[in-house]
């Protein structure tokens, strides 16, 4: 699995890819989505919503990376791949028709995934 180095620069611009406090829609990735992520990283103990508290997308991904930082350097920068990689996943960088046809991922009106066929709407 890929890893990135952890910096400052990176954590700010992690927490800034994720940040919907100012935006009328919420979009992903979901809190439950980042809490599901910080399981599989193995990084709970940085999650300040994990200690009780209520905080907003960006300081929860940038509280947990500062952590990871000092105490876990390799599972935040398998954790920052992740969340480079999240928006990706749901459609959030559009490629073209063409190029989703030659990659074999686009059939028609549906999205085919790995994992099977979604609606005609997902990602929009």
Request: proline share 6%; aromatic share 6%.
């Amino acid at each position: 699995m890929q890893n990135l180095q952890l910096s400052d620069v990176l954590i700010t611009a992690l927490s800034r890819l994720v940040d919907d406090g100012l935006a009328e829609v919420k979009r992903e990735p979901m809190h439950s989505t980042l809490t599901f992520h910080f399981q599989q990283s193995r990084l709970m103990e940085g999650d300040p919503a994990h200690a009780g508290q209520t905080v907003g997308k960006a300081r929860r991904v940038r509280a947990v990376l500062s952590w990871a930082m000092e105490h876990a350097p390799q599972a935040g920068g398998r954790l920052a791949v992740t969340l480079v990689n999240v928006p990706k996943g749901l459609w959030r960088f559009p490629r073209g028709i063409a190029e989703l046809r030659r990659s074999g991922c686009y059939h028609g009106r549906y999205r085919s995934l790995p994992f099977g066929r979604v609606s005609p709407n997902a990602g929009r």
